[in-house]
């Protein structure tokens, strides 16, 4: 798949000197390993974490639900909160 399209990214200069003999030792340009790198953390990502974060949004739905349910059956502890004294 071409690579046509270009992100720039800042860094100390004793990290790119390390970088570069890093990707010296694959045989690689720093942008041909930068590019590996990336791309394999956008497929991690997509793959793992996101699905990962699902399960996890619902099960924390799933207490919060709980949570209320007990305090609507008297079986909680109170919850409230004064938003008067909430953070902004």
Known sequence: MARNVQIHVAVRSDIKDKFAKIANGYGMTMSALASYIIGQYVYNHEKLI????????????????????????????????????APC
């Not at 990962?52 to 919850?79: M, P, T």
């Open 50 to 85: 996101n699905p990962l974060s699902d399960d996890v949004r619902f099960l924390i739905k799933d207490k919060i639900e709980q949570v209320f349910e007990e305090e609507g059956e008297g079986r909680g502890e109170a919850f409230t909160l004064d938003m008067e004294e």
